[in-house]
């Protein structure tokens, strides 16, 4: 089941922007409701880069009224296949927390996120976290987001003064095929969003291509299946 977000009409939400497939139904979520929508991307050195690319297109065409895009090496740290020298895992989701979680990824970028809305007085912070179809990360599951909410009152002049920070996670409940349907209920294009891990040269030399076997590609791809629509997004 999705959590509706509340009329926005008039006020700012500041949405954590990856690129991918969930945060821009998310981004188009808040649009949808009325926000005026502040995108913030983390460019983390992260192997699949190319997702930056993909956040500029989705804050484009939803009209943001700021995009920003954060730098912030967190190959410096390593300990992922995401952020180091380790292989990306091609042989299914397996049980457990796989060597594509980034250590403290969503605690570090919601803290990012939290810092920037009270910069610009906005109270809703909008992540597209999922804890059904996933891989296991959790920095995905219900009990972070609430601890978070809770810590952005007590880590913030804005919540020592008695205002509360929202942190919608909307897609939370949601299927991958859930996810896929919203993208098609709200008209987005999925060729604008960007999942796979493991990013390949397209042979025609013209850009990238998913590699169809990480556990991002694969969870996506069913999703899609199991809704019984076409992903646009290219494959090997």
Not at 19 to 24: A, Q, R
Not at 35 to 43: E, G, V
Request: proline content about 5%; hydrophobic content about 40%.
């Amino acid at each position: 089941m999705m959590s509706k977000l509340p009329e926005g009409k008039g006020r700012k939400a500041v949405v954590l922007l990856s690129g991918g497939l969930d945060s821009m139904v998310v981004a188009g979520l808040v649009r949808e409701a009325g926000y005026s929508l502040c995108a913030l991307t983390i460019n983390y050195n992260q192997r699949h880069v190319i997702e930056l690319e993909a956040a500029k297109r989705i804050a484009a065409h939803l009209g943001a009224e700021r995009h920003v895009i954060l730098p912030l090496d967190l190959r410096q740290f390593g300990g992922s296949a995401l952020t180091d020298d380790i292989a990306v895992p091609k042989d299914g989701v397996q049980p457990g927390v796989p060597v594509t979680y980034v250590p403290a990824r969503n605690l570090v970028f919601l803290s990012l996120t939290l810092a920037w809305a009270e910069a610009v007085g906005a109270h809703d912070i909008c992540i597209g976290v999922n804890a059904l179809d996933y891989s296991g990360y959790p920095d995905c599951r219900p009990e972070f987001i609430e601890g978070f909410r809770n810590l952005a009152r007590l880590a913030t002049k804005a919540g020592d003064a008695g205002e509360d920070f929202a942190i919608h996670a909307p897609l939370q409940f949601l299927s991958k095929a859930d996810i896929a349907r919203e993208a098609h209920r709200l008209g987005l294009d999925s060729a604008m969003s960007w999942s796979c891990y493991d990013p390949q040269p397209d042979p025609s030399g013209e850009g990238w291509l998913a590699c169809g076997q990480c556990d991002s590609c694969r969870l996506r791809l069913g999703g899609f299946a199991e809704a019984g629509l076409t992903d646009r997004a290219g494959y090997v």
